[in-house]
């Protein structure tokens, strides 16, 4: 049973930093490529970051220079760390392997003005 727990989440104001944490089990960690995404309330859920199973990371053009995902395999652990956080970035948080894909719960990011 796959299992996803994000945690980190809060409100924070703008300019300040956050690091979102998503242990997973049930899945072999090593081998999945991980993602965060976000989702705004009125809005699709969007990609933010990912880091493949290699360790290569992308970012959406909107968080570059800003975030920073990374991981550890020995914990089951992929990260998020938002820096310079904006308004703009409000919004719930959710970690996702591809194998197989997958949803959490998510966590709430709310950054104020």
């Known amino acids: 049973q796959v299992q996803l727990v994000e945690s980190g989440g809060g409100l924070v104001q703008a300019g300040g930093s956050l690091r979102l944490s998503c242990a997973a089990s049930?899945?072999?960690?090593?081998?999945?490529?991980m993602a965060w995404y976000r989702q705004a309330p009125g809005k699709q859920r969007e990609l933010v970051a990912v880091?493949?199973?290699?360790?290569?990371?992308d970012y959406a053009d909107s968080v570059k220079g800003r975030f920073t995902i990374s991981r550890d395999n020995a914990k089951n652990t992929v990260y998020l760390q938002m820096n310079s956080l904006k308004p703009e970035d409000t919004a719930v948080y959710y970690c996702?392997?591809?194998?197989?894909?997958?949803w959490g719960q998510g966590t709430q990011v709310t950054v104020s003005s």
């Open positions: 049930g899945i072999i960690f090593s081998i999945n490529d």
């Open positions: 880091i493949t199973r290699s360790g290569s990371t």
């Open positions: 996702h392997p591809d194998r197989p894909p997958y």
